[in-house]
């Protein structure tokens, strides 16, 4: 998920349950990858495999050579991006954009497939738009060019995140092609989990926004479908100790003056289910020093004795 799952939260995720964290998308395009944002999202240093690295584009060289780039800096899988709606990558016929013209899926799938050793995945959603739900032609394209599993978004492009996902068509592709496909949309509990894997046949699941402030949910899902029981919620202290954790990596990642913007966000994403998260998430805001935001953050989840970092 783009500005969201760089390797702090997808280490965090992998931790606490998650079987695969991929990382945001990176463009296929090469000038854009001597930035600084695009050096740091392709450092895997010290990320535990199987590391998936998630590209973007359209041009069937240029992804092959993202792809090669990538497995070059230590990505274990390709995963490439067909499911982002975003007006950024649309436009640019990248994307799901891409659900439109099957040629050039298939172009695009056997160009990265061919040049690179390692396992590559594609991301869909269920089609351009309601009325062209070409998902299914789509998953067997894929599978026949070499793609090694699919993960779908129930939502057509159109469709952005309005309204509810719909596993019928995912149903319908894990019906149709014999790869892994992972259901995902609107998985937000253990027992949705279990309904979604019910209603599709899916091998596998992906959430994204449900993992928001949240990323002890794998570990939830996962029990709960090992089980049948759930786990007790954990203490507003452990929640901390987790953030906490979380803020150390980004700004290790980062440094302390971007660590600490980009960990504002992730704490209103924390604290959102807590009294007085509001007011908290505003004071928090104006702080621009890691010490002080890790001492608040320690304060408020009553996780007072590491709010000195190691
Ligand atoms: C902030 C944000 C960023 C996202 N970035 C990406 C991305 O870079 N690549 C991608 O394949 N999907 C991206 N997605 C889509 C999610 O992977 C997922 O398909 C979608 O949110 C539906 O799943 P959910 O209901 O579990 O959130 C993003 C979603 C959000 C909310």
């Known amino acids: ?24 998308m990176t463009i296929s395009d090469a000038r854009f990858w001597n930035t600084e944002k695009s050096r740091t999202r392709m450092d895997h240093h010290n990320e535990p495999g199987p590391i998936s690295v998630q590209i973007a584009g359209s041009d069937p ?15 274990q899988i390709i995963d490439i991006n067909m499911g982002c709606p975003a007006k950024k990558v649309c436009k640019v016929d990248a994307g799901s954009a891409l659900l439109r013209d099957e040629a050039l899926v298939e172009r695009i799938c056997r160009a ?15 089609g351009w738009s309601r009325a062209e739900r070409n998902a299914v032609t789509i998953a067997g394209i894929a599978q026949d060019a ?37 259901a995902n949309g609107d998985i937000d509990t253990p027992q949705k989990a279990r309904q979604v894997l019910a209603e599709t046949q899916a091998d596998g699941l992906m959430i994204g926004r449900a993992a928001l402030g949240r990323p002890w949910i794998f570990r939830d899902i ?39 913007r980009i960990a504002r966000k992730h704490i209103q994403w924390y604290c959102v289910d807590h009294a007085g998260s509001e007011a908290f998430w505003h004071s928090v805001n104006r702080l ?3 010490a002080e935001q890790r001492a608040v953050v320690a304060e408020f989840f009553g996780a007072p004795e590491l709010s000195i970092a190691a």
């Open 1 to 24: 998920m783009a500005g969201v799952t760089d390797r702090a939260f997808r280490n965090l995720c992998r931790k606490l349950g998650a079987g695969l964290a991929v990382s945001e």
């Open 222 to 260: 996962a029990h709960y479908l090992a089980t049948g029981t759930t786990l007790a919620q954990p203490s507003s202290t452990q929640v901390g100790n987790w953030l906490l954790e979380h803020l150390d990596a980004l700004y290790e990642l980062y440094g302390e003056v971007q660590g600490v």
């Open 146 to 182: 070499g793609i090694a599993m699919l993960a779908v978004h129930g939502r057509a492009r159109d469709d952005h995140f309005v309204g509810a996902a719909e596993y019928e068509t995912i149903a319908a592709i894990k019906q149709a092609v014999k790869i892994p496909v992972l």
């Open 61 to 75: 060289q240029l992804l092959a050579q993202a792809a090669r780039h990538n497995v070059a800096l230590g990505a």
């Open 112 to 126: 990265v497939v061919a040049a690179v050793p390692v396992p590559v995945t594609l991301k869909i959603r269920t």
């Open 288 to 290: 621009d020093r890691m």
